[in-house]
């Protein structure tokens, strides 16, 4: 078949995809876009098609690799970056969605619903910093809080107790790799316990 025959042949394969997806019969959309692609795999709007109807059929993995494949057809095709950024955005990849809306709002700053689509992806990117911040000085207190200060010796119950904050994540340090230290020891050579544990009463006096 010819280059151009196998042209016109995909696009009728496509316009067949469109209608069946118009009607949300997305697996035979999918079935005929699939066909167009192979009478050409280089068209970029074809696969950015096909990720809508895998978008449909909450086939994400796929939806991602045809929205990331249009781009690389294409870098300039904008609806490939909103299917990215979607199929990203249902796969909990917030950040990798947020750069691809920032391209589309960019491109198109008139368009209503990209912007809100930004702004959510936006708003859930910094939920999620703010909540692993949170997470992180949980875990900081909770290691301090198991910590037997009562039995420190002074200088170390001094830090704890008067220095600021840096000093206090330094002995942290080095209160828990000491412990790494014992923990690994007593599960690997449990013969070695009493010499590990001179050599950490050494270091940490």
Known sequence: MAEEERSVQAEKLKEKANNYFKEKDYENAIKYYTEALDLNPSNAIYYSNRSLAYLRTECYGYALADATRALEIDKNYI????????????????????????????????????????????????????????????????????????????????????????????????????????????KNQPSYEPLTLCLIKTIGS
């Open 79 to 186: 609806k490939g970056y909103y299917r990215r950024a979607t199929s990203n955005m249902a796969l909990g990849k917030f950040k990798a969605a947020l750069k691809d809306y920032e391209t589309v709002v960019r491109v198109r700053p008139n368009d209503k619903d990209a912007k809100m689509k930004y702004q959510e992806c936006n708003k859930i990117v910094k939920q999620k910093a703010f909540e692993r911040a949170i997470a992180s000085d949980e875990l900081k207190r909770s290691v301090v809080d198991s910590l037997d200060i009562e039995n420190m010796s002074e200088w170390m119950k001094l830090i704890f107790l008067v220095a600021p904050p840096p000093v206090r994540q330094f002995l942290l340090f080095k209160t828990e790799f000491l412990f790494f230290i014992l923990s690994v020891t007593i």
